[in-house]
C-alpha cells in the first residue's frame, strides 16, 4: 500500500488532472490511497472571499465565489463525461449553496472566526476531491470519494488544529483500509479535520502533505509519495535561486530541520509520522513523473557536501526586549517566554545577554498585543524587513570551523543575529530582507561547487 498526494499546483487544470491520473493508473498495483489539496490557488480565493463578506463586501465576494464555482465546473466539465447530468454535478452546487449561505451569514455578523474559517476552507478541498474521484471513476479506476472529517480527529485550535494521534490512527485503519483491501482506491481530502464533536478544522495551510504522512503511518504503507510542481526538495528555493540543484537523499532530521527552518516545499508536520513508523517519504513532480524526485529516509546518504540545502523565512522582524528590572534576569526571561507562548508566537532565533534578549520572529502575524504586554517588562525595539537564513545538513555536525567559512563568504553583508549550537545540524544567522537572493547565491556557490552526484542532480 502507498500513499500518494497532490498538491493544488499539479490538479491546476485540465491538462494537469489528466497526468495525475496518468500517475494514479500507473500506480494501481501498489494499492494506492490518494490525497489531494484544494485546486490551483482554490484556498487564497476563499480566504479572501471570506474576508470580504465579513468586511461588508457581500457583492463583490460573490462575484469572487461565481469565479471559484466557474473554475470548478469548467473542470469538471473537461473531465467527467456527462457532468451535467451526473452526480458529481448535483454534489458540487450542494457544496457552493453551502458556501453561498456561509457566506451571507459573515455578512451579516461583519466577522469572520478561525472556526468559520475553517469551515469555509474546507470547500476547496471537498470539491477537488469530488472532481478528481469522479474523473478517476471515469477511467476505470475503482476510486472512492472519502470525507476526510470522519477520521482525521483533531484538537479545537481552529485554523491550526493538531490530530488527536490515537484516534485519528485508529480511525484511518477502521475507514479506509478496508477499502483497499477490497480492492478500491480511496481518494481523501488533505488538510481537513474535524473535533470529536464534528466542528469542522484544518490543520494550518499547506497541511495536505500533513495528511498524507498521518494516513500513511497509521495504514503502515511502504511509501508516502508526495507530488509536487518540482523536481524535489532542492538545494535552495527554486522560485528565489534558479541555479538549484534537487538534493536525492536527506534523512528526516535533516528534512525536518529544513522545513522548521521555513523551506516552503514540505508541511513541517509531515516528517514525525513517517520517522515513527520508518517510512520512507517521496517527493516527485507531477510535471516529470520520471524524475527521479527525493527520497527522505532516516539514513540517508551524507554525502561530501557539508550542506544539504539552504532554507529561509521572510518577512521577518528582530524584536529586542531591554529588562526593566535588572535584578531578577531569570525572572524576566521566564515572563517574556509566557508571553510569547500566551500569544503563540514562536521565534526562529533567540539571543540573550545581560539583561536583554534578541528574537527573530515572524513578521507577518499581527502582534500588538504581544508587543503591549512586553512592553510591560522593558523597553521594545522593532527592526523589520529582515529575514532567517538556515544551512542545513547533517555533515555540518562533524565540520569544524563552518560558521567562518560562512560569514568569509558573506564579509560585506549585515548579520544581524547567529543561533548555532542549537542544532548540530544547522546554522541560522539574520539578514536584510534584501540580502536574500544574493546570500542564496554566494552561499549556494560556496557550498554545492562541486557537487556529490549520489546526493545531488
Ligand atoms: P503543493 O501545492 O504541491 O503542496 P507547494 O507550492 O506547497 O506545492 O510546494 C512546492 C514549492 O515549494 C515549490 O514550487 C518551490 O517554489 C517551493 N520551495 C521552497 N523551498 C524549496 C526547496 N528547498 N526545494 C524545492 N522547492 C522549494
Ligand atoms: N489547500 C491548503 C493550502 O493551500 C492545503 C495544502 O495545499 O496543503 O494551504
Ligand atoms: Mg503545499
Keep these: 500500500m502507498i500513499v500518494m498526494k497532490f498538491g493544488g499546483t499539479s490538479i491546476e487544470d485540465i491538462p494537469s488532472v489528466k ?122 479506476i475503482n476510486a472512492r470519494w472519502l470525507d476526510a472529517r470522519d477520521f482525521i480527529i483533531t484538537d479545537e485550535r481552529f485554523t491550526r488544529a493538531r490530530p488527536v494521534d490515537d484516534l485519528t490512527c485508529r480511525s484511518i485503519q477502521e475507514k479506509v483500509r478496508p477499502l483497499v483491501v477490497s480492492g478500491h482506491v480511496p481518494v481523501i481530502q488533505g488538510f481537513i479535520g474535524s473535533t470529536r464533536s464534528g466542528v469542522t478544522t484544518t490543520l494550518g495551510f499547506e497541511g495536505s502533505d500533513f495528511t498524507a504522512a498521518l494516513a500513511g503511518a497509521a495504514l ?47 508541511h513541517p508536520g509531515t516528517i514525525e509520522p513517517a520517522r515513527r513508523k520508518d517510512i520512507p517519504v517521496n517527493i516527485y513532480n507531477s510535471r516529470q513523473p520520471d524524475a527521479g524526485g527525493t527520497t527522505i529516509t532516516a539514513h540517508a546518504n551524507k554525502g561530501t557536501n557539508i550542506v544539504k540545502s539552504i532554507a529561509y523565512n521572510m518577512p521577518v522582524c528582530i524584536m529586542n526586549i531591554v529588562s526593566n528590572s535588572h535584578a531578577d534576569p531569570s525572572g524576566f526571561l521566564r515572563s517574556v517566554f509566557d508571553i510569547l507562548d500566551r500569544e503563540g508566537i514562536v521565534p526562529y532565533v533567540v539571543t540573550t545577554a545581560g539583561t536583554g534578549i534578541a528574537m527573530a520572529v515572524s513578521a507577518s502575524e499581527d502582534m500588538e498585543h504581544a508587543i503591549e504586554e512586553l512592553t510591560r517588562l522593558g523597553t521594545v525595539n522593532i527592526a523589520g524587513e529582515k529575514a532567517t537564513i538556515s544551512l542545513v545538513g547533517e555533515n555540518i555536525r562533524t565540520t569544524r570551523d563552518f560558521a567562518p567559512v560562512v560569514f568569509q563568504n558573506l564579509e560585506d553583508v549585515n548579520i544581524y543575529m547567529v543561533a548555532q549550537g542549537a542544532s548540530p545540524i544547522s546554522l541560522t544567522f539574520v539578514v536584510d530582507e534584501s540580502d536574500i537572493p544574493s546570500v542564496i547565491a554566494r552561499l549556494h556557490e560556496a557550498f554545492f561547487k562541486d557537487p556529490d552526484p549520489d546526493t545531488l542532480e
Design 220 to 266: 503502515d504503507v511502504s511509501n508516502i509519495e508526495i507530488w509536487k510542481d518540482v523536481n524535489g526538495i532542492m538545494t535552495a528555493d527554486p522560485r528565489i535561486f534558479a541555479g538549484a540543484r534537487t538534493v536525492r537523499n536527506i534523512s528526516f532530521e535533516e528534512a525536518s530541520e529544513l522545513t522548521l527552518s521555513g523551506a516552503k516545499v514540505l
Design 19 to 140: 497526468r495525475v491520473v496518468e500517475i494514479i493508473d500507473s500506480r494501481l498495483e501498489q494499492c494506492p490511497v490518494v490525497v489531494n489539496s484544494a485546486m490551483g490557488k482554490t484556498t487564497r480565493k476563499l480566504l479572501d472571499v471570506a474576508r470580504l463578506s465579513a468586511d461588508g463586501m457581500e457583492e463583490k465576494a460573490f462575484l469572487r465565489l461565481d469565479e471559484i464555482h466557474e473554475y470548478h465546473f469548467d473542470m469538471a466539465r473537461g473531465l467527467i463525461p456527462d457532468f451535467e447530468n451526473s452526480d458529481s454535478r448535483t454534489t458540487l452546487e450542494r457544496y457552493f449553496e453551502g458556501l453561498h449561505k456561509l457566506l451571507e451569514g459573515l455578512s451579516i455578523l461583519l466577522e469572520l472566526t478561525p472556526r468559520g474559517q475553517d469551515r469555509i476552507l474546507s470547500y476547496g478541498e471537498l470539491v477537488a476531491t469530488t472532481i478528481i474521484a469522479s474523473t478517476l471513476q471515469s477511467r476505470g
